[in-house]
């Protein structure tokens, strides 16, 4: 998931380098999304395994 959140970042650069402004923010969103949810899932698994 880690992936595809740097992959969306990566368009979201490109897109605003060639002034895209709506295809920019629209892969920005979706990498910050993902990155979220990477970031409760990784907290979640790291609590976890303190339980066992």
């Given at each position: ?20 402004g709506?295809?920019?923010?629209g ?26």
């Open positions: 998931m880690l992936h595809y959140t740097l992959v969306f970042f990566i368009i979201a650069i490109i897109a605003a380098a060639l002034g895209f709506g295809i920019a923010a892969a920005a969103g979706i990498a910050k999304i993902l990155f979220f949810v990477f970031l409760i899932m990784a907290l979640v698994s790291f609590v976890m395994s303190l339980g066992r």
